[in-house]
């Protein structure tokens, strides 16, 4: 089963061509219903967007009230606009992420602007083969362990230490990354909130060039990340990135298989302060 999840998994990112795009829904003080501005504006998406596919639910809320409180109240908002969306028969994908972010985040000095609901979405431009192969529970269960397991790692980390993380995926000579290697950013960005002293470094890395100072793919790639953190919220002095193209290879190039060239093509994570 466990191989049929990874084919699965390669598949669906070779297969993959979306673009994802966002809305953002506000919401009155201590309110899990959206303003009522938000409302029509999200009933007309509804209409003009029938058959876009729901990705991702990011839940805020504004600086007042505890961290646990904001926390739950960020739920109840995303369980709500989740609601709405099943209503109206759009689709959300199943491995959609929803995060309750509450008030961990960089706010804006207006606080309306930080009580909302993001939505992620994609257009589809071809239809993805649908693959028995696929089980939600494993991908749920396997994607919780892989997010235990690397928080525990940033935990432990020291100021030097490198920290590799393989399957950020991307798409095919793009810094764009694949949809289903998105929960893993949301996993960096969450210890990043938990470890409010963690200054990091990205770097990446390519397979298959045998000119080792071209980096230009690589930088794109490690950009890609840092400015998905810094658009999250995260602060730009705790964040920093560079691309090494195929100059660090674990694996001599040209790579003899897809292991090597899959070992190659790589993200690590720099600690530059942990505490």
């Not at 303003?35 to 990011?58: A, C, P, R, Y």
Request: glycine share 4%; charged share 30%.
């Amino acid at each position: 089963m466990k191989l049929n999840y990874l084919i699965a998994l390669v598949l669906i990112s070779t297969l993959n061509s979306f673009g994802q795009d966002k809305l953002e829904l506000f919401f009155d003080f201590n309110q899990e219903i959206p303003t009522t501005e938000s409302q029509k504006k999200l009933e007309h998406w509804m209409n003009e967007n029938k058959n876009v596919e729901i990705t991702k639910l990011m839940g805020f809320c504004d600086s007042v009230d505890t961290k646990e409180y904001n926390k739950k109240l960020a739920h109840r908002r995303i369980n709500k606009v989740a609601n709405i969306l099943e209503n109206h028969s759009i689709k959300s994908l199943p491995t959609i992420v929803k995060v309750a972010v509450g008030k961990d985040f960089r706010q804006a000095a207006i606080q309306d602007e930080n009580r909302k609901v993001a939505i992620y979405y994609q257009n589809p431009r071809n239809a993805i083969p649908h693959i028995e192969e696929v089980n939600d529970t494993i991908i749920e269960a396997e994607t919780e362990i892989f997010s235990t397991q690397l928080a525990e790692r940033f935990r432990r980390a020291k100021k030097g230490d490198l920290i590799r993380i393989n399957n950020i995926n991307f798409q095919f000579n793009s810094e764009k990354i694949v949809e289903s290697s998105e929960p893993i950013l949301i996993n960096l960005y969450q210890i990043m909130i938990d470890n409010p002293k963690l200054r990091i470094e990205i770097h990446g890395h390519i397979c298959c060039n045998p000119d080792g100072n071209d980096v230009k793919l690589s930088y794109r790639r490690a950009k890609y990340i840092f400015q998905f953190l810094k658009d999250e919220g995260i602060e730009m002095g705790r964040l920093g990135f560079k691309g090494f193209g195929s100059s660090r290879s674990i694996y001599p190039i040209p790579e003899k298989n897809y292991n090597e060239e899959a070992a190659n093509r790589r993200v690590e994570i720099l600690i530059v302060q942990n505490k």
